[in-house]
């Protein structure tokens, strides 16, 4: 089974959303197969606590417009380290690129199929281990 159409949409507005923000290093994943209670994650980075706020809002702003969708739950937004959004069919990390690396979500979740991303987000993705495919 694979993440439904609605939830690659959210994924897909939500990484443009953060990439205009300049995340780096967007990933998406498709953890259908692996959770029950999700079908996607999309896990993005930022240089400092600011930006990883700045993201955060660039995300929902879009996701509300677009989709009209908002978080069922909101957790790190305070600290801006590590904040993560949860759409229930989706989950967002947006984390501090030190955090990135220490909790190395894309290595946990690697044997997940990445999920192609727009154009215009692959602009971000410097790790050779992060494969960021255009549509």
């Known amino acids: 089974m694979a993440a439904a159409e609605h939830s690659l949409?959210?994924?897909r507005t939500a990484a443009l959303a953060a990439a205009d923000k300049l995340a780096d290093n967007l990933v998406a994943l498709?953890?259908?197969?692996?959770?029950?209670?999700?079908?996607?994650?999309l896990i993005a980075s930022a240089e400092s606590e600011r930006q990883v706020n700045a993201i955060v809002d660039g995300i929902e702003e879009a996701l509300i417009e677009q989709h009209d969708v908002r978080p069922v739950r909101r957790e790190g937004r305070g600290l801006g380290r590590w904040?993560?959004?949860?759409?229930?069919?989706?989950?967002?990390?947006?984390?501090?690129?030190?955090?990135?690396v220490f909790y190395a979500l894309d290595r946990l979740w690697s044997d997940c199929p990445a999920i192609?991303?727009?154009?215009?987000?692959?602009?971000?993705?410097?790790?050779?281990?992060?494969?960021?495919?255009?549509?």
């Open 9 to 11: 949409n959210i994924i």
């Open 30 to 41: 498709d953890v259908s197969e692996r959770m029950g209670i999700t079908d996607a994650f």
């Open 83 to 100: 904040v993560l959004l949860d759409y229930v069919d989706v989950v967002i990390h947006v984390q501090h690129q030190e955090d990135r």
């Open 116 to 135: 192609d991303l727009p154009v215009g987000t692959a602009t971000g993705a410097t790790s050779a281990d992060e494969t960021v495919v255009p549509e």
